[in-house]
Structures are given as C-alpha cells and as structure tokens.
T-cell receptor
Framework: DGGITQSPKYLFRKEGQNVTLSCEQN?????MYWYRQDPGQGLRLIYYSQIVNDFQKGDIAEGYSVSREKKESFPLTVTSAQKNPTAFYLCASSPRFNSPLHFGNGTRLTVT | EDKVVQSPLSLVVHEGDTVTLNCSYEVTNFRSLLWYKQEKKAPTFLFML????IEKKSGRLSSILDKKELFSILNITATQTGDSAIYLC????????????FGSGTQLTVLP
C-alpha cells in the first residue's frame, strides 16, 4: 500500500534537546511538506521541498531544519532554538506542485 | 498576505441535522480551494474547487465555490456521528511555491 509514514507517533523530549521527526513516502511524489498544527489553529507551513536536494522555508521555519537527500524521505529536526516546540507535526506530499496533498498520520511532540 | 477564515470555529449538532460550514478567503492569484476532513490524525482530501457555481458532491457532502464573493461552503446532510471531525479549508494561489494556506478549521461534533 502506498502512503506516507511518520514516526514516531508520540515523542517526548526535554527542553534544550534537538529531536528529529521522520517522514517517508512511497508514492513517488516529488514535493514534500512539513506543517505544524496547534489547537484551534490551522496548519502552518514549516518547510517544503519540490525536488530532491532542494528545500525552502515556509512561514514558521525558525528553529527547524530539514534535509531532502532522497526522494522518499524528508526528515524534520526541531532544534533547541524553537521556542514552543510542543505541537502536532504533519508531513505531506504531492505528485506535483499545486495538486492535493496526501498527509501522514502525524507526530505529536511534547517538550517539557 | 493570503488569508483564509473559517466559521464557525466549532459546531455541535445531533445526528440527522444538516450543517453548513463556511470558508472565506483573500488570496492573490487564486487558483483553487480545497476541503479536508481531519479526524484524529491525517487530514483526508474531500473536494477541490476551481470554478464558481459548480457543486461538487460526494454522498452526503457537497461543496460550492463563489469566486466573486470569495467564499466556499461545505454542506453535510443527515449528519452521522462519524462526521465528527475538524474540517479544514485551504486555498492554493497560482505561482505560490508555498502550496496551501489553511484556515483554522471548524470542529464539528455530531451527537447521537
């Protein structure tokens, strides 16, 4: 079955630690995205990548970093510089720019 | 700055009721509007609307776009408890490499 796999489902970290969220897709999609969702708010774009070895900042990139070394993989690192990292993180992909997104099941990150 | 506003923010109804969810937008170079349903995890795609006045329908769900007044509605008839979810509206702007601008969502709760 094709899809997007995010892991882990839940993640707990202490303040000051970097943490990496995994996102893998086997849909052969070119474009991949990371969104953050907070309660009562819509999805906000962190980073996106339209092609391997290229990525761009979204609206709230500060305190985050990404890499796109393989088409299938787009990991997100939440660094200690991110002031409010506790949130629900969603990874998405699309076959081409401006087509509907396919989402993973998300990772809920809690930082204490 | 592109903006998407959904209303109401939350709604509680009983099974069998009909609901209308609203999405208004201010976007430069509008291309399309999408509706997603989000239960506990990944948003799932419902509709993509690009033309005014053409209703999209899927079972008990339907949606229509008004490009003159810059809004869309999502109707759900004969609601069921399984319709309980967050309904997200998103707009795609032509030429925007940032992909989608999401509204904050409407939390729909359907009581038995």
């Amino acid at each position: 079955d094709g899809g997007i796999t995010q892991s882990p489902k839940y993640l707990f970290r202490k303040e000051g630690q970097n943490v990496t969220l995994s996102c893998e897709q086997n849909l052969n999609h070119d474009a991949m995205y990371w969104y953050r969702q907070d309660p009562g708010q819509g999805l906000r774009l962190i980073y996106y990548s339209q092609i391997v070895n290229d990525f761009q900042k979204g609206d709230i990139a500060e305190g985050y970093s990404v890499s796109r070394e393989k088409k299938e993989s787009f990991p997100l690192t939440v660094t200690s510089a991110q002031k409010n990292p506790t949130a629900f993180y969603l990874c998405a992909s699309s076959p081409r720019f401006n087509s509907p997104l396919h989402f993973g099941n998300g990772t809920r990150l809690t930082v204490t | 700055e592109d903006k998407v506003v959904q209303s109401p923010l939350s709604l509680v109804v009983h099974e069998g009721d009909t609901v209308t969810l609203n999405c208004s937008y201010e976007v430069t170079n509008f291309r399309s509007l999408l509706w997603y349903k989000q239960e506990k995890k990944a948003p799932t795609f419902l509709f993509m609307l690009t033309s005014s006045g053409i209703e999209k329908k899927s079972g008990r769900l339907s949606s229509i776009l008004d490009k003159k007044e810059l809004f869309s509605i999502l109707n759900i008839t004969a609601t069921q408890t399984g319709d309980s979810a967050i309904y997200l509206c998103a707009v795609v702007a032509s030429g925007s490499a940032r992909q989608l601008t999401f509204g904050s969502g409407t939390q729909l709760t359907v009581l038995p």
